[in-house]
């Protein structure tokens, strides 16, 4: 089956949850009418669906290929690509004044589920692009910028991130990438880069490099790191391409999952370019404050994943339904003449809810994100620019870690609803379970999104943000407790229960992390999960809440409102009332985490 993308439930989302009305009145956001942003997204599911999802297939059968130092990728990407940036996809949320079509963060999050729903393995290419305009939009100077940034949003070129060292995975303290300055005022860069998205391939004219390095005198530790771009080719001063700088693939590896996506081994400084010994590169912003501006891409990297995790899901859970409504197997449970659809299996039936609601609820927490991240950039009012800041960067780390994790779970569930079928690969079901396993990895791992969560998001401003959100999780509890729709009712009081329970998990965090650092972090991923499912459980209710209404209202599309119901009560049912005991796995559960030595493991 092809990709349909879900634009109705993303037009749901993005209107009733995520605040597209009060986003449309910012300044420099006017031109998302509803209209436009409609019609944006009709485009991209067509171009999505028709264009780049039947390559999924094919780039996991025929993945990208190293040979002689150079990177080929799969069959129709190229052509693909190059109708992607011709359309202007690259440049969706991105400045007008750069060759952007300067719409806000919200459709373009839409947009960019859609593109990774159809191939994740082509998609990881504009997703770094991404990251590259982002970080030299927020810390280039006006020279890298206009040199730069107009090629990346049109596609000519492409963006890298270049972190890892063999020696230094998530600990970027360890890089040990050089760069000596020199009398031009560049740099020469010389080191070592694995795991590298994109490093090398066959789109784009040109590669353009984000790396980490060190500077001969910089202090030990992340304080000495500096961020500069470094382009596989050259850019002369007209803007045209120069000499092949001094930067090389060394390999490509062979991986579970997304196997079109090439990840390179890069080599700087290993003397084969054309300019001499050392990869010539440029200072991004000042020295010694790298880490800080490469988190800028880190964390557009990090909620792009999240929503990988999404859009992932929702492809799974897909292909899962329209197996199960085709396969004749066992007769119904009640009685029936033959077998029946699987679908009509109750056990089948709570499968795909799970897979359903769970990826709804991941949906509406991302989205609803990136309407604070609209609001943090866009509002006059500098105190609301904050106050939407701290809770998009409290939500970045939910969005990423809770989403890919349950994408895992999902994608898993896709396998079993296809039964001895889903582990042949033919079907297509294995290879969303295979692609959705590194999301948890890269771009930091859910452990380390969870250490975030829990010291900076959580203890740094004792709770500040998350109790305030608590503090609407519950007022929207004591609306549907006291509505007479039986369903609104019953989902009330399980997020109130699932409220009570998060908050005592945000006061354990706040009051032990001084005394008993070692436990508190032992729970930091049931407390990630506990908040996920909160987030998760609140947003499904107030969509709920929005479609009892239009039903009382005799809406014509009572088969989607009804669906929304449902679907909340099922994820507060089975889903949300798991908050007490993740509660109880994070408050009381370090004992059994740190109690053996290493030695008896």
Partial sequence: MSYAAPVKDMLFVMRELAGLAEIQKLPGCEDATDETVAAVLEENARFMSEVVAPLNWTGDIKPSTWSDGKVTTTPGFKEAFRQFVEAGWQGLQHPQE????????????????????????????????????????????????????????????????????????????????????????????????????????????????????????APEGVKGISLFVVPKRLVNDDGSLGKRNDVHCASIEHKLGIKASPTAVLLFGDGKGEVGPGAIGHLVGEENRGLEYMFVMMNAARFGVGMQGVAIADRAYQKAVAYARERLQSRAVEGSPGPVPIIEHPDVRRMLMLMRARTEAARAVAYVAAGWADVAHHHPDAGRRRQAKAVYEYLVPIVKGWSTEMSIDVASLGVQVHGGMGYIEETGAAQFYRDARILTIYEGTTAIQANDFVGRKTARDGGAVARSLIGQIRQTAAELSASTDADLAAIGRRLAVAADAHEEVVDYVVSRIKDDIRGVFAGSVPYLELAGIVHGGWQLARAAAVSVRALRQGSDDRAFHTAKVVTARFFADHVLAAAAGLRDSVVDGSTGVLGLSAEQF
């Fill in 98 to 217: 750069y060759g952007g079509q300067g719409l806000p963060k919200l459709v373009a999050t839409a947009c960019n589920e859609m593109l990774q729903a159809a191939s994740l393995s082509f998609a990881l290419c504009p997703l770094l692009t991404d990251g590259a305009i982002e970080a030299l939009l927020t810390a280039g100077s006006d020279e890298l910028r206009q040199r730069y940034v107009p090629r990346l949003i049109d596609g000519t070129w492409t963006g890298t991130m270049n972190l890892t060292e063999p020696q230094a995975g998530s600990d970027l303290a360890l890089v040990r990438s050089r760069a000596v300055r020199q009398s031009d005022g560049t740099y020469r860069i010389a080191g070592q880069k694995i795991f590298i998205t994109y490093g090398d391939h066959d789109l784009a004219e040109n590669i353009i490099h984000l790396v980490l390095a060190r500077t001969p005198d």
